[in-house]
């Protein structure tokens, strides 16, 4: 398993901005296809956007897609999520996720990931 921490949540105003990061331990973090989950209040964790080991191939929710990027830089061992025109719907606690190579990869199926951090809030204003 990999050690997950994310960062660069926070509240924003409708139509904003903001990028989300997660710092990945251990040497074989290129080895991991990454993926961001996220939970709401009263709600069941979903997926939200996913990208492969050689960064060949991103994977994106539909109620996310053309408003989010995710990004990852192997030599840094991190992973983004870029999200702009933000709404309130958007308001969760985002997860960041590993799959290790040794197993399937089903980019939006929770089971595929067996590293989660602990999560960063983000709170968009209306």
């Known amino acids: 398993q990999v050690q997950l921490v994310e960062s660069g949540g926070g509240l924003v105003q409708a139509g904003g901005s903001l990028r989300l990061s997660c710092a990945a331990s251990g040497r074989t973090f290129s080895s991991y296809a990454m993926g961001w989950f996220r939970q709401a209040p009263g709600k069941e964790r979903e997926f939200v956007a996913a990208?492969?080991?050689?960064?060949?191939?991103?994977y994106y929710a539909d109620s996310v897609k053309g408003r989010f990027t995710i990004s990852r830089d192997n030599g840094k061992n991190m992973v983004y999520l870029q999200m702009s025109s933000l709404k309130p719907e958007d308001t969760a606690v985002y997860h960041c996720a590993a799959s290790p190579p040794w197993r399937a990869f089903q980019a939006m199926s929770a089971a595929s990931y067996d590293s989660w951090g602990q999560g960063t809030q983000v709170t968009v204003s209306s």
């Open positions: 990208i492969s080991r050689s960064t060949e191939n991103t």
